[in-house]
């Protein structure tokens, strides 16, 4: 099964026998090797998330291309290795102990086919203490989605009311033109009605 998201509550469905994660509440749900979501994506932004609660900020520790069209194939996202006030209150001892710069927490993700990312190795384990309820967490791609998904459904709306003006005005100016054509008819039929009688007059004058 794969995990789509659900916009409206911010949940996400994972390949585990349905359980759902909540990206607002306080479930954690911990990545796991054979977990499947749908994209590249949304693997990033659930493990963006997972890192935001549990106290770590993520960056990217490899990319692999396809030799065939240069697409994405394999990420592998990790531990930045503490909160910056951390490392500025401990810079003397990270100088001395190297380690923590080189935290070994990480999820590696590659595509089995189209629509479907696999975890192949996930590390939970860092080598620092962890900042829970860090004060600045970058956006998730979730939201960005979520913001493009409304103004496409408000774009949708607005072409749909466009088409029905115009739907609209058409139909006017057809009314209008049938109109028009309909008054020429009549104003015809009296201007020969008048020349009838324009001739029947001449007749009669003729006549006597």
Known sequence: MQT????????????AG???ISFEGD???EPYEGMLFESEGAARSFYDEYARQVGFVTRVLSSRKSERDGSI?????GCRG??????????QTQKRDRRREGCTAMILVKR??????????FVRDHNHPLVVQL?????????KDKKIQELTAELRVKKRLTS??????????KDVEDHNEHLSKKVQVIVDNLKDLEARRQEILQHR
């Open 4 to 15: 789509p998201t659900d916009n409206e509550t911010g949940r996400i469905e994972t390949s």
């Open 82 to 91: 503490g909160s910056d006030n951390q490392k500025t209150r401990h810079l």
């Open 135 to 143: 004060q600045k967490s970058r956006p998730t791609l979730d939201e």
């Open 73 to 77: 194939i394999s990420r592998g996202l």
């Open 164 to 173: 029905a003006y115009r739907e609209q005005l058409v139909m006017f100016m």
């Open 27 to 29: 479930t954690v749900q």
């Open 112 to 121: 089995e086919k189209p629509g479907q990312w696999i975890v192949r190795k």
């Open 18 to 20: 349905g359980e759902l």
